[in-house]
């Protein structure tokens, strides 16, 4: 009975394996064809054994113990022990998660003991990459590994700020002190003036998410694919590089397992812009004295307290087995009211069964964000930081009656206070992941896989201002309230089979594989006014104001859906351990295609490598233990970010008056372009890895060269005979091109010292080399973008143009004052003209600098002293510049509003004189500044208790930990490390919520 009932699951599993894969995939020999009989002319003994690892001695329960090709098996007990009935002279294999599998040839029953070695090497030498994991030395694409151990340590808000300055080419910037800001990403420079993607992608196991749906805690390794060869695997989804997040799983000889850490941490604005006080205020301004002395920054701030907790538990044996991971963090910003709490929580539980031929693993994961909203549909008011800065140092807080003292005669001049204290929401987002995969082996080098994931990600915001708000006190606006909201899912399937072989010198991976990818997005929004009291009129109740009765509430909803289908496949191949071949292609079409001629597309890699050290002329060396050159090229491509542009779109226009009737007209909303096609980047990256002194010393080497080919553009038409005023087209191109350089050292190693140091080097320029195509001609070959605000008033900042780089700042140039504190600017021919001579015509714009570095650099050093250690990162960005939009609004001495100003204002201009107080602000190169910084951006000294073997608690670490320690640049605003996203990088906004020093102190402890 038991057998037959073996029999019929065994059947049912590989049914359900086999219709989730494919009918392809039947073709494999069924498990249950095994022969279970093996050689029955040997005698059946029956053999017992202890299974410890060879480390410690510790006794390994859960271990898979069975017989090769064969079903007959059984698993450790607690103790290690087992017992199994086996044909003398099989082979019996003994297998462990994070451990190496031994064979051993049974020929008598005498007890075994059997002792497995740690497989940490083996994992500290794989690297995962599209859909598998490679062996390090057999990489041959720009592919670079940071495990836990390396990571940023201290306050990280998510994973982006574990690898900061760790992976040369990868830049990662922290532009805010938001606690609800997330790191930005950017891996060799920019490749797109339209397209749907301009950040790497980011995988967690394989499923799409972003660099905070995982809790930093939680994360095992961060590998990062950088050039074309590596991503192409990924299609469209790789163009910008992709950035793969492996979680924690249940490893090693203690399975069963409670792992805690947390910290306490506070925070401080890392530097402050110096202005006025109120006694320099009064000195400068005797007509705005308004008798009281108020630092408006201190009104709006405080001293912010953060914790954050995190449990792991992890259970099971290698049959089965889990790990469970809480997160909890309490995060405040430093200004009032800038507020940030999340929860995360994964689940993760593996099944094999059939001896490791079968694995279910189910996984389930959570995020919920809560946070604190002063600005309808946002979070932190920065307009009130903003406020905080300009307001008159001199004005009181509250009125002699407690009201709020507000100037009513200015223009956008409010109580920095009141805009936060007379406003009150939340925002609440929850993801969650569902996420399942099947691994089916029915023959040993045959693999086949199914991972299959939902998404779903609600989100809902809700904002009220009370009758006491400046928009009902100066606007008439009797309260206000706004609700707000979206939904966002997302389908994965993802099939695959992988076939490895090794015959004679000859070794070879061969993958295919089906992925599916649906995406869909509906929002909604709706605001009110006129509400009779605080206490009913909140975004609980927005349907009591009367706006909406009255015909002036404002609404909306949308919906969008997109999808992604592709077919992809990849060789690798080693011949001697010598020369490597990685070859690969994907075949996909996008939904925001349809309707053109070119809805499919095709994007083929190849890399070459070759491992020198191992050729007979290199056996007599001494210089280099291992050497490797690589070679690879690899085609991307990127889809519109807009959907059916290759049909003619309609929308809603005015209203008419038609027999009687109000009807809303239809007009045309985009023009039909069948050619509309993707872009393409072409990447070429020639790299070399190295070890030398004995493994001392390793590193790389790479340059690449981007070439994108038809770059989307929103090309100008004429009208008629076109219905629409553009059409989105491809025509440009573009390049970037770089160098990157990795070294890993380590200088000393003592019984007592260690000093381990890397050290990343990368530059990148950039050029569109043309933006017109073989249909559409621009009519200039430039246009210009960006935007800056200087009293009121705001113009364009950058200008895009062939020939030159993406950044460049374009505006009047100043070389001088007169002797009355007038600037002398440059014309369009060069020549010196007088501030009052001078039109400001737009052509006499001229190129102020660039926004984005042109190198970078980090320097990452670990000092262990015994049970200390000590770790400092540094890191910096060179040559570029950065337009000071806070200088560029504090400093004029033109003050009609009598806001307050920099201390700076008393300076004099080009050594010569203050500016006069007739100049007006405006957008010059006197405020356009060198960037250049170097940080010391994480320090963290920790303390290791050791010999705790008969404490509850196995290992136990304290350290404490400052992150944007220090900063070294001639640069005079708060932080030149701005935000270098899109097509106008490198403003430092007025108004930009400062970055910030944090102090932390925090445990780990394994129990």
Not at 357 to 376: E, I, V
Request: charged share 20%; aromatic share 12%; with cysteine.
């Amino acid at each position: 009975m038991d057998k037959q009932y073996l029999t019929i699951k065994q059947k049912l599993c590989h049914c359900v394996v086999s219709i989730v894969l494919g009918v392809a995939f039947c073709m494999t020999p069924p498990l249950w064809a095994a022969d279970t009989s093996i050689n029955r002319n040997f005698q059946q003994i029956t053999i017992t054994g202890t299974v410890t690892a060879k480390s410690d001695g510790i006794p390994l329960p859960g271990v898979s113990v069975y017989v090769k090709d064969t079903q007959l098996a059984t698993t450790t007990d607690m103790d290690g022990h087992f017992s199994l009935d086996v044909p003398q002279g099989s082979l019996l294999v003994i297998s462990y998660m994070g451990f190496k599998t031994q064979e051993i040839v049974i020929n008598s029953d005498d007890p075994l003991t059997i002792a497995l070695e740690d497989d940490l090497q083996t994992l500290d030498d794989v690297v995962v990459v599209g859909y598998g994991k490679q062996k390090a030395g057999d990489v041959t694409s720009a592919v670079v590994s940071v495990k836990s151990e390396s990571f940023n340590q201290g306050q990280s808000r998510d994973a982006g700020q574990l690898i900061q300055g760790k992976v040369a080419g990868l830049m990662v910037t922290n532009s805010s002190g938001d606690p609800t800001a997330t790191t930005a990403i950017k891996l060799r420079g920019n490749n797109t003036l339209s397209g749907a993607y301009t950040d790497p992608l980011v995988l967690i196991n394989g499923v799409p998410g972003s660099l905070n749906t995982l809790a930093p805690q939680d994360i095992e390794s961060i590998d990062v694919l950088k050039d074309g060869s590596a991503a192409a695997i990924y299609g469209v989804r790789g163009t910008n590089g992709v950035i793969l997040i492996t979680t924690k799983k249940a490893t090693g000889s203690k399975i069963n397992r409670v792992q805690y850490s947390g910290f306490v941490s506070t925070s401080e604005i890392a530097r402050q812009l110096d202005f006025l006080n109120a006694d320099q205020f009064r000195a400068l301004y005797t007509d705005a004295d308004q008798g009281s002395s108020t630092n408006w920054l201190d009104q709006i701030s405080r001293t912010p307290i953060t914790h954050v907790h995190n449990l792991s538990f992890q259970g099971g044996n290698t049959q089965t087995n889990y790990i469970a991971n809480l997160n909890y963090n309490i995060q405040e910003g430093v200004f009032l009211k800038s507020d940030n709490k999340t929860f995360r929580g994964r689940l993760e539980i593996n099944h094999r069964m059939f001896n490791d031929k079968l694995l279910f693993k189910f996984g389930l994961m959570g995020r919920d964000d809560s946070y604190t909203s002063t600005k309808a549909g946002g979070s932190f008011n920065q307009f009130a930081y903003f406020q905080s800065l300009r307001y008159n140092p001199t004005a009181p807080v509250r009125n002699e009656d407690g009201s709020w003292y507000q100037n009513l005669n200015k223009l956008d001049y409010v109580n920095p206070l009141s805009l936060l204290e007379e406003a009150d929401g939340d925002v609440k987002t929850t993801e969650m992941r569902y996420t399942s995969t099947i691994n089916y082996k029915p023959i040993e080098d045959l693999t086949l896989n199914g991972n299959f994931s939902l998404t779903r990600e609600p989100r809902n915001s809700g904002y009220s201002e009370t009758l006491n708000h400046i928009s009902n006190i100066r606007d008439g606006y009797s309260g206000y309230s706004y609700i707000g909201g979206y939904l966002n899912t997302t389908k994965q399937m993802e099939l695959t089979a992988t076939y490895d072989r090794t015959l004679n010198k000859s070794s070879f991976t061969v993958l295919g594989g089906y992925g599916y990818i649906a995406n869909e997005s509906e929002w909604y929004n709706m605001n009110n006014y006129g509400f009779q009291d605080d206490y009913f009129g909140t975004w609980n109740n927005i349907g009591v104001g009367s706006a909406l009765q009255e015909g002036f509430a404002g609404m909306g909803s949308g919906k969008l859906r997109t999808n992604l289908i592709s077919f992809f496949g990849r060789v690798n191949y080693a011949y001697a351990d010598k020369y490597l071949l990685m070859a690969s292609v994907r075949h996909e079409g996008a939904s925001q295609l349809w309707g053109t001629n070119n809805a499919w597309g095709t994007f083929p890699a190849v890399s070459l490598g070759w491992k020198i050290t191992n050729e007979a002329f290199m056996e007599h060396q001494h210089v280099f233990d291992d050497l490797k050159l690589r070679v690879g090229y690899g085609v991307t491509g990127s889809q519109p970010s807009a959907s059916f542009l290759g049909t003619a779109l309609l929308t809603y226009g005015d209203y008419v008056y038609v027999d009687g009737q109000w009807i809303r007209t239809i007009i045309p909303a985009s023009n039909p372009n069948p050619d509309l096609k993707w872009e393409e980047k072409r990447e070429t990256n020639i790299g070399l890895d190295f070890v030398t002194l004995g493994g001392k010393v390793s590193g790389s080497i790479d340059f690449y060269n981007r070439d994108v080919k038809g770059l989307l553009y929103s090309y100008n038409v004429p009208t008629p005979p076109y219905l629409y005023p553009t059409i989105m087209a491809n025509g440009g191109n573009m390049v970037n091109k770089g160098l990157e350089v990795l070294i890993n050292a380590t200088p000393v190693t003592t019984d007592n010292f260690s000093w381990t140091t890397t050290l990343t080097y990368s530059t990148n320029s950039n050029k569109l080399k043309s933006l017109n195509g073989s249909a559409f001609q621009t009519e200039y070959d430039y246009f210009d973008t960006g935007a800056v605000s200087y009293e009121g008033q705001w113009t364009t900042s950058h200008r895009v143009q062939v020939g030159q780089s993406i950044g460049n700042f374009y505006g009047f140039k100043v070389v001088d004052v007169d002797d009355d504190g007038k600037w002398v600017y440059l014309d369009k021919e060069g020549n010196r003209v007088a501030y009052d001579d001078f039109t400001h015509a737009p052509e006499d714009r001229h190129y102020l600098g660039n926004g984005l570095p042109k190198w970078f650099a980090g320097f990452n050093n670990t000092f262990t002293y015994k049970n200390f250690d000590l770790t400092v990162n540094m890191r910096g960005a060179f040559n570029f510049q950065v337009i000071n939009e806070s200088r560029m609004n504090f400093e004029g001495t033109q003050n009609g509003y009598r806001d307050n100003r920099l201390i700076s204002v008393n300076d004099k201009i080009f050594g010569k004189t203050t500016l006069s107080t007739e100049v007006q602000a405006e957008f010059n190169s006197y405020y356009v500044e060198d960037g250049d910084y170097w940080k010391i951006n994480n320090i963290v000294l920790g303390y290791n208790f050791k010999d705790l073997k008969d404490s509850v608690i196995s290992s136990l670490r304290l350290y404490v930990s400052v992150n944007n320690a220090l900063i070294i640049t001639g640069y005079k605003g708060m932080d030149p490390e701005v935000n270098t996203s899109g097509l106008s990088p490198g403003i430092d906004y007025r108004q930009k919520f400062p970055t910030v020093r944090t102090f932390t102190l925090g445990v780990q402890a394994n129990f």
